[in-house]
């Protein structure tokens, strides 16, 4: 398993609460309908096809759109105050079997407004558990993952199809 290698500049507590906020922020806009889901059940989100349209099909965007692959989410726990979400692309590996990368657990602080990644898989080998020992700065590391995955889904317009739900 590879370890995270660690910024040479510290981190303050002020800055991982602004990745919290920001992940947030980021979950809310890709998951606006979120708290009508039920529990356990999986959700897709598929990259926009305007993204392709816009484009004519033609050039970098609009090739990119039909390759990227679906997200899938599922709510695993809801509390009062927070609900616990699962995030992950589904690929296949050369053996046709599913693999998940990034794979994300991430727990959503409703009256705060903040996200946290609790674990997650980075790479089959980079696997992330987050538990009440781990410092500030591999916190906030953790979380500036999640922060850029969740732009790169924002800025591919990944959008909530009900296709999988309808399914079950």
């Known amino acids: 398993m590879n370890e995270m290698v660690l910024m040479k500049t510290k981190v303050g507590f002020d800055r991982l609460m602004e990745a919290y906020e920001r992940n947030y922020l980021a979950l809310r806009m890709l998951l606006p309908d979120i708290d009508s889901w039920p529990d356990q059940q999986l959700h897709l989100l598929r990259a926009s096809e305007l993204l392709a349209r816009d484009t004519g099909g033609e050039g970098k965007a609009g090739k990119q759109a039909k390759q990227l692959p679906e997200l899938l989410a599922k709510v695993l726990e809801r509390h009062i105050y927070t609900t616990d979400i699962w995030l992950s692309y589904q690929l296949i590996d050369v053996a046709s079997l599913p693999i998940y990368v990034p794979d994300f657990s991430i727990r959503i602080y409703h009256d705060a407004q903040q996200a946290e990644v609790l674990q997650g898989t980075l790479k089959d080998h980079w696997k992330i558990k987050i538990n009440d020992e781990v410092k500030i700065q591999s916190r906030w590391i953790v979380n500036q993952t999640l922060d850029v995955w969740l732009q790169h889904l924002r800025n591919n317009g990944y ?9 079950e």
């Open 159 to 167: 959008q909530y199809h009900d296709e999988l739900a309808a399914e």
